[in-house]
């Protein structure tokens, strides 16, 4: 028997609410599924996810936009790294 993820064509991640980071090159990261913004400055930034905690390092970081769907970082990314909360 096929699972829900298998019908659906999505990852089990997605299903439950797993914090995805979609990278576009060193410049751009757009952030899914997270909850908050925990902390900002041009050279860290920290999302809380549903399970980890997501932290971003870099240089002239900015959040060029956020929603309830997602959070897009520009800047110069130098590390993404996932924290278990």
């Known amino acids: ?3 829900v993820s ?3 064509n999505l990852s089990p991640d997605i299903l439950e609410g797993a914090t ?3 990278m576009y090159g060193k410049h ?3 952030v899914e ?3 908050s913004i925990i902390d900002y400055s041009p050279e860290q930034i920290k999302l809380q996810g549903k399970h980890v ?3 971003i390092q870099g240089e002239q970081l900015r959040i ?3 929603t309830q769907e997602d959070c897009k970082i520009q800047g ?3 590390l993404v790294q996932y924290v278990q909360t």
Do not use: P, S, W
Request: cysteine-free.
């Open 1 to 3: 028997m096929r699972t």
């Open 28 to 30: 751009m990261a757009l």
């Open 76 to 78: 110069e990314i130098n």
């Open 64 to 66: 060029e936009r956020f």
């Open 33 to 35: 599924n997270y909850k």
């Open 6 to 8: 298998e019908k659906l």
């Open 53 to 55: 905690k997501l932290l």
């Open 20 to 22: 995805v980071v979609n």
